[in-house]
């Protein structure tokens, strides 16, 4: 068992949502996991770095018809480390307090899902673009699609403005959800929860300040273990932190 690669479990089934661009990872323990810790983790948008204006047509093309794009990413700087990535290299330090894990063991155990299903231009006029609303709403329906399908408990968005969209997707897609709460504000950031209620699974949401500039992993630590005790808890008992002195 290759913990460097996604598990393939449940590729016929993601191969049948419409929508979906990029495959989903999942560990290959995770099909295996409790059905009260199932933890998915979201990320917002990928993004296209063109040298030149007349690549970027050819570049969109690519990364649409590369369906394992995430996976990569998730293989290549999650599990092996081989390039930097401050959102993602910050995300061990909000769950763990530190970046000296067992990524095998997390990454095994978890899954991993790019929420807007098409590529961002990382210098459109000079700036990141941004998904437009039709981006968030259509992206809440492929989402319920692949919680349909994995069923997690818990989700954990790396950013809140994907929050701003779900109860009116929710309620445009007709699925039942628990509304969006805005719970505790964190630096200048105010944290959101929600949920969604499906057929055999209801699924907690959580969603914080992008993993950026001018996050505070510590003080989002602390938000996590004060009002989702109930995950971190189970999260810290699996012991994916390496403890070097023991």
């Not at 599990?79 to 909000?94: F, G, I, Q, S």
Request: overall charge negative; hydrophobic content about 35%; glycine content about 6%.
């Amino acid at each position: 068992m290759n913990f460097s690669e996604s598990s393939t479990h449940f590729d016929t089934g993601f191969r049948e949502i419409q929508g979906l661009t990029w495959l989903p990872w999942a560990g290959h323990l995770f099909p295996e996991r409790p059905a009260h810790k199932r933890l998915l983790i979201v990320g917002e948008s990928h993004y296209v770095r063109p040298q030149s204006p007349d690549q970027l047509e050819s570049i969109l093309r690519q990364y649409l018809e590369y369906p394992q794009y995430t996976r990569d990413i998730v293989s290549e700087c999650l599990v092996n480390a081989e390039w930097p990535n401050r959102t993602l290299d910050t995300l061990p330090k909000v769950l763990f307090r530190t970046t000296d894990i067992d990524r095998e063991r997390l990454w095994g155990d978890t899954a991993f899902y790019n929420f807007i299903q098409r590529p961002m231009h990382y210098n459109q006029e000079g700036q990141p673009e941004r998904p437009t609303g039709d981006d968030f709403v259509s992206a809440w329906r492929v989402f319920a699609e692949v919680v349909r399908l994995i069923q997690p408990s818990h989700c954990l968005f790396i950013g809140v403005e994907a929050a701003n969209s779900f109860n009116y997707s929710m309620t445009t897609h007709g699925l039942p959800f628990v509304p969006v709460a805005w719970t505790e504000q964190v630096g200048r950031t105010y944290a959101r929860t929600a949920r969604l209620d499906l057929p055999g699974t209801s699924t907690e949401l959580f969603f914080i300040q992008h993993l950026g500039k001018f996050f505070s992993w510590s003080r989002w630590h602390d938000y996590l273990n004060t009002q989702h005790a109930d995950f971190m808890n189970w999260l810290a008992a699996e012991s994916y932190p390496i403890n070097r002195n023991g």
